[in-house]
């Protein structure tokens, strides 16, 4: 008998006659979830000081990186922190509006699905 194969009793379960019926493992389709984006905005208030704490605090990015995003924000109005399924985007983007927030900084996150 196969592994798979599931043998099925007609009646009472006391005949002798049994009908083979092979059932294979399903296997689902899984996809690899879409990803996002975490831009970060220029403004012309948020110190640049500010930008680099907040990428090293919620993007874990040495001085080095933090830097460079910094001026690719500052230079080219917007720069990607970093690259994440869309719960975790979005969570940090929101976890950077709201420090920036509490230190009284207009600095902007937004949210970008990677095509």
Do not use: W
Not at 18 to 33: D, M, N, T
Not at 50 to 61: D, H, K, T
């Amino acid at each position: 008998m196969l592994e798979n194969e599931l043998i099925l009793t007609m009646g009472s379960g006391h005949s002798e006659e049994s009908h083979g019926v092979a059932v294979a493992p399903a296997k689902p389709k899984l996809e690899k979830p879409s990803m996002y984006q975490v831009v970060m905005l220029n403004d012309d208030y948020t110190p640049m000081d500010f930008v680099i704490e907040v990428l090293s605090r919620f993007f874990s990015m040495d001085l080095e990186k933090c830097t460079e995003i910094m001026m690719a924000v500052h230079t080219q109005g917007k720069a990607v922190c970093g690259t994440y399924t869309k719960d975790i985007a979005q969570t940090k983007a929101a976890q950077v509006m709201a420090y920036a927030e509490e230190h009284e900084h207009p600095l902007m996150c937004d949210v970008q699905r990677i095509k």
